[in-house]
């Protein structure tokens, strides 16, 4: 897994409260978790590349998308460099978060139970998703 990227010149949380939607920010700058199944992400299935919603990183290629069954967008691969990792040891229990590695907003955790060719799954709260549909 990356370790995130050099820090760059970001939004203060202030900025980012004030720019992002109240269901992003929570999700990206609190370390909260949208509802399960409630992404529209969950049923796109067109080529393209998913990016940061927050600073527009791009994150994940579509080609690396599965349907997990978990009711969040799933991927079994980043982009790389594209994703940092931290641990998570909260609600008494012990995980891997990734963020994104530009921005460090909170994008969901990554579990060993995925496909190949990796066996992760990366688990991303669609909220903190966006996606580009590739153009002919």
């Known amino acids: 897994m990356n370790e995130s990227k050099p820090a760059e010149p ?3 949380d202030e900025q980012w409260r004030e720019t992002l939607p109240p269901d992003t920010y929570r999700v990206m700058r ?6 399960a199944g409630t992404s ?12 940061c919603a927050a ?6 290629e579509s080609t690396t998308k599965f349907d997990s069954g978990t009711g969040w967008p799933s991927f079994y691969a980043p982009l790389p460099g594209a994703v940092g990792i931290t641990v998570d ?3 008494g229990m012990t995980r891997t978060e990734v963020h994104c590695a530009r ?7 990554v579990f060993p139970d995925g496909p190949e060719p990796t066996g992760e ?9 966006r996606f580009e549909p590739q153009t002919p």
């Open 10 to 12: 970001m939004p203060s």
């Open 30 to 35: 609190c370390h909260d978790t949208e509802r």
């Open 40 to 51: 529209p992400l969950n049923l796109e299935h067109r080529t393209g590349r998913y990016h």
């Open 55 to 60: 600073c527009g990183e791009p994150l994940f």
């Open 89 to 91: 040891r909260r609600y």
């Open 103 to 109: 921005c460090g907003g909170h994008l969901g955790h």
């Open 121 to 129: 799954r990366y688990c991303m709260n669609g909220v903190s998703l």
